[in-house]
C-alpha cells in the first residue's frame, strides 16, 4: 500500500521569501507518479507541478521547483518568490501507474501555506 | 476550455431526500473521478470511470450511486444519506485513466446533510 506523508500541517512565509513543503512516501514500486496540487480558499485542486519517478531531473515550474530524492522517498516542494496567491492547503499526491484503469491519485494530509505580506 | 463545472455549489439535504451532484467538462476528457474531501482531510477516491463505464468503485456505500450519461457528464445521486456524509464531492476528469495523464478538479459541491 502507498502512505504519503506531510509532517508539516501549517507554515508560514514572506511575501518574496522563500518557502519548502516536504512530503515523503513509502512504496515497493519502481515507476510511479509524484504531484503536487494545491487548494486555494476556492476549494478547486489545481496541479502545480508532477515527477516522473523514472526521470532524474527534478521538476520545475516557474517559481515552483521539487527536490526528489527517489532512494529517501522524499519530494519536498520549494516556491521561490512567494506571492499571497501562493496562500493555499498543498496536498503532496503520489500515482502508482501498474494498477490498470486507475488514475488513482493518494494524497498527503495537507500544508496549509500562508503568505504573509 | 480546461474547467470541470459542478454544480450545485453547495447543498443541505436531510436524510430521506433525493438529490444529485453534477459534473460536467467538455475537454473531450474519457475519464472521469469522483472525490470526498472531509474537513481538514485530503481527498479520497470514491469512483472512477473510464470510457462511461464504471472501472473502479472504491466500496462506497450504494447510497451513492454514480451515474456517467455519456463523456461530458458524471452524476453521483444521492439517497438516505447519513450526516457522516456531509464533505465536499470534488469532480475530475482526465484524458484517459492511463496514469500519466493530469486530473482536472472541478471546485467541489459543498454538501450538508442534516
Known amino acids: 500500500a502507498q502512505t504519503v506523508t506531510q509532517s508539516q500541517p501549517e507554515m508560514s512565509v514572506q511575501e518574496a521569501e522563500t518557502v519548502t513543503l516536504s512530503c515523503t512516501y513509502d512504496?515497493?514500486?519502481?515507476?510511479?507518479?509524484l504531484f503536487w496540487y494545491k487548494q486555494p480558499p476556492s476549494r478547486q485542486m489545481i496541479l502545480v507541478i508532477r515527477?516522473?519517478?523514472?526521470?532524474?531531473q527534478n521538476a520545475t515550474e516557474n517559481r515552483f521547483s521539487v527536490n526528489f530524492q527517489k532512494a529517501a522517498k522524499s519530494f519536498s516542494l520549494k516556491i521561490s518568490d512567494s506571492q499571497l496567491g501562493d496562500t493555499a492547503m498543498y496536498f503532496c499526491?503520489?500515482?502508482?501507474?501498474?494498477?490498470?484503469?486507475?488514475?488513482?491519485?493518494?494524497f498527503g494530509t495537507g500544508t496549509r501555506l500562508t503568505v504573509i505580506p | 476550455d480546461t474547467e470541470v463545472t459542478q454544480t450545485p455549489k453547495h447543498l443541505v439535504m436531510g436524510m430521506t431526500n433525493k438529490k444529485s451532484l453534477k459534473c460536467e467538462q467538455h475537454?473531450?476528457?474519457?475519464?472521469m473521478y469522483w472525490y470526498k474531501q472531509k474537513a481538514k482531510k485530503p481527498p479520497e477516491l470514491m469512483f472512477v470511470?473510464?470510457?462511461?463505464?464504471?472501472?473502479i468503485n472504491e466500496s462506497v456505500p450504494s447510497r451513492f450511486s454514480p451515474e456517467c450519461p455519456n463523456s461530458s457528464l458524471l452524476n453521483l445521486h444521492l439517497h438516505a444519506l447519513q450526516p457522516e456524509d456531509s464533505a465536499l464531492y470534488l469532480c475530475?476528469?482526465?484524458?484517459?485513466?492511463?496514469?500519466?495523464?493530469?486530473?482536472?478538479f472541478g471546485q467541489g459541491t459543498r454538501l450538508t446533510v442534516v
Open positions: 475530475a476528469s482526465s484524458q484517459d485513466s492511463a496514469a500519466n495523464t493530469e486530473a482536472f
Open positions: 512504496t515497493s514500486e519502481n515507476n510511479y507518479y
Open positions: 515527477q516522473e519517478a523514472y526521470k532524474q
Open positions: 499526491a503520489f500515482m502508482n501507474p501498474v494498477i490498470a484503469g486507475a488514475n488513482n491519485l493518494f
Open positions: 475537454m473531450g476528457h474519457r475519464a
Open positions: 470511470y473510464s470510457y462511461e463505464k464504471l472501472s
